[in-house]
């Protein structure tokens, strides 16, 4: 079965610290970029990182440059969200998308297309 599995997430103090990973089953994340997207309730989906299927290119949404740092490890078909310095805004289920056709990460980023694939989410909660 293809697919995309995101682990990692749970409830965090704000300003602590959390590692997200978005692993392929069936298929090599090699050719694919791949996008960090979350959604908090009553909100829209944001675009919250993504890299470029060589690691090379990366891109952040504003709310949270400084602080997430996207990263791949195609040996391990698997790519990763740090995430430092967590506030309560951060609150959301967060997605990762693989895609294959994209022209830039901004582009994906904006999420303004469809997607190869999709993971079902994992819960981030920032809370004391």
């Known amino acids: 079965q293809l697919q995309l599995v995101e682990s990692g997430g749970g409830l965090v103090q704000p300003g602590g610290s959390l590692r997200l990973s978005c692993a392929a089953s069936?298929?090599?994340?090699?050719?694919?970029?791949i996008g960090w997207f979350r959604q908090a309730p009553g909100k829209e989906r944001e675009g919250v990182s993504c890299?470029?299927?060589?690691?090379?290119?990366?891109n952040y949404a504003d709310s949270v440059k400084g602080r997430f740092t996207i990263s791949r490890d195609n040996a391990k078909n698997t790519v990763y969200l740090q995430m430092n310095s967590l506030k309560p805004e951060d609150t959301a289920v967060y997605y990762c998308a693989a895609d294959a056709g994209i022209a830039t990460v901004q582009t994906m980023c904006a999420g303004r297309q469809g997607f190869d694939y999709w993971g079902q989410g994992t819960q981030v909660t920032v809370s004391s």
């Open positions: 890299i470029s299927s060589g690691g090379g290119r990366r």
């Open positions: 069936g298929f090599t994340l090699d050719y694919y970029a």
